[in-house]
């Protein structure tokens, strides 16, 4: 079974710092492309950013390029996302998914919160 | 910037059958954007549906099912049921690792 378990959430001030990690089983991390997807509270879906099966490429949404940063360790199945200059504007759940051969979100973590607030 | 559109909300009966679609402001939605649809249900992470334009995700039951109609990526559920009310999302694939979700359609089964 395909478990993908996200951690590191909780509450900063702006222009603060997080990492977030997600832990992956059930499949083979190193083969599979993988995103964060987020959600502010009570709006939709928002891509973040992806990240190949072999880190060699990486890309972010505009609102989060140069603040945030992708980044896997295929050896421990975890994926990252160190998230600085955070603005209140970054408040929402943070999905890890894994991606599919057709680009899709192929399965998806329960989600974790951040909270940006002075 | 690109916008995916939605309809921000729908209504179906019981029973009946909807399309939801999901649109390009910068023109048309093509299988090469690997049109892909999402269910999520208030509180819980999303599941996915269609990937691929018109490929159903395991478990997903036959009564849900994708296409391209005319310039738009279509989700269409038929016989609907209350458990199918809350929200849909679908996402294109830009290219370059690069993805843009709709803002979701919430649907109303009554």
């Known amino acids: 079974e395909v478990q993908l378990l996200e951690s590191g959430g909780g509450s900063v001030q702006p222009g603060g710092s997080l990492r977030l990690s997600c832990a992956a089983s059930?499949?083979?991390?190193?083969?599979?492309?993988m995103s964060w997807v987020r959600q502010a509270p009570g709006k939709g879906l928002e891509w973040v950013s992806s990240v190949s099966s072999n880190a060699a490429v990486t890309a972010y949404a505009d609102s989060v390029e140069g603040r945030f940063t992708i980044s896997r360790d295929n050896s421990k199945n975890m994926l990252f996302l160190q998230m600085n200059s955070l603005r209140a504007e970054d408040t929402a759940v943070y999905y890890c998914a894994r991606r599919g051969g057709s680009s899709e979100f192929l399965n998806w973590g329960q989600g974790v919160l951040v909270t940006v607030s002075s | 910037q690109t916008v995916v559109t939605q309809e921000p909300s729908f209504s179906v009966s019981p029973g009946g059958t909807v399309t939801l679609t999901c649109g390009l402001s910068a023109g048309s939605v093509y299988t090469t954007h690997y049109p892909s649809w999402y269910q999520q249900t208030p509180g819980q992470a999303p599941r996915t549906l269609i990937y691929?334009?018109?490929s159903r995700s395991s478990g997903v039951p036959d009564r849900f099912s994708g296409s391209i109609l005319g310039n738009k990526a279509a989700l269409t559920i038929t016989g609907a049921q209350s458990d199918d009310e809350c929200d849909y999302y679908c996402?294109?694939?830009?290219?370059?690792?690069?993805?843009?979700f709709g803002g979701g359609t919430k649907l109303t089964v009554l």
């Open positions: 996402v294109v694939y830009l290219g370059s690792g690069s993805w843009v």
């Open positions: 059930g499949f083979t991390f190193s083969s599979s492309g």
């Open positions: 691929n334009t018109n």
